[in-house]
């Protein structure tokens, strides 16, 4: 089953607009991590949320945690067209020791130039 | 620096062959993941390895078998295919640390199962 489940599933926007993805999980987490995947290609990290972390940024992502709500929100700013892809979170599952990540189904998102 | 490196990129089978997907990768990890991509439901943990010689099943193992003979490699492998196992591929590293860290992909395997 999915731990996370990203809203929306898919994502329309122009370019130079801001882009926010979010994602819900259902059980205690360690950290929370969002992955991109353009068209026919592998997933790549972008950025890691520690459960004891609220906000982060990098570059013009900036990911946001609720851990009472269960919940993380992905803000792309000043979105470009190279930022159309997928994009997933991915949760680990507590305990850590098998060091499983446990991905959402994704947002699509297209940015229209 | 290769990174992941998964072969083949594409095959195609008929319900019933064998075949055996290999994952290579040059970081040194310790961890390596098969997870296969369906449309509409993300990525499902197939099987994993925590080391070399060592394998688990994930969410949906039924159907593959796996081996970690060298640390560098982990090899699926399906023994009689079927239709639902046509899917995209995908393995994934990460080294061993306190925390679950960041997995590195390699770009996936388009398997069609006939």
């Known amino acids: 089953s999915q731990q996370g489940e990203e809203d929306p599933q898919a994502l329309s926007i122009q370019e130079g607009e801001n882009a926010t993805m979010n994602c819900s999980y259902k059980t205690s987490i360690n950290n929370l991590q969002w992955y991109r995947q353009n068209s026919g290609r592998g997933l790549v990290h972008l950025i890691l949320i520690r459960s004891n972390e609220r906000e982060k940024h990098s570059g013009r992502l900036r990911v946001t945690l609720d851990t009472s709500k269960k919940s993380s929100s992905l803000l792309i700013t000043a979105s470009r067209a190279a930022d159309t892809a997928s994009y997933f979170c991915?949760?680990?599952?507590?305990?850590?020791?098998?060091?499983?990540?446990?991905f959402g189904s994704g947002t699509q998102l297209t940015v229209l130039p | 620096n290769a990174g992941v490196t998964q072969t083949p990129k594409f095959r195609v089978l008929k319900t019933g062959q064998s075949m055996t997907l290999l994952c290579a990768q040059d970081?040194?990890?310790?961890?390596m993941y098969w997870y296969r991509q369906d449309p509409g439901m993300g990525l499902r943990l197939i099987h994993y390895s925590v080391g070399e010689g060592t394998t688990a099943k994930g969410e949906v193992p039924d159907g593959y078998n796996v081996s970690r003979l060298k640390k560098q490699n982990f090899l699926l492998g399906l023994e009689s295919a079927a239709p639902s196992q046509t899917s995209v591929y995908f393995c994934?590293?990460?080294?061993?640390?306190?925390?679950?860290?960041?997995?590195?992909f390699g770009e996936g395997s388009r398997l069609t199962v006939l």
């Open positions: 994934a590293s990460t080294e061993t640390g306190g925390y679950t860290g960041e997995l590195f």
């Open positions: 970081m040194n990890h310790e961890y």
């Open positions: 991915a949760t680990d599952v507590i305990p850590v020791s098998a060091r499983q990540l446990t």
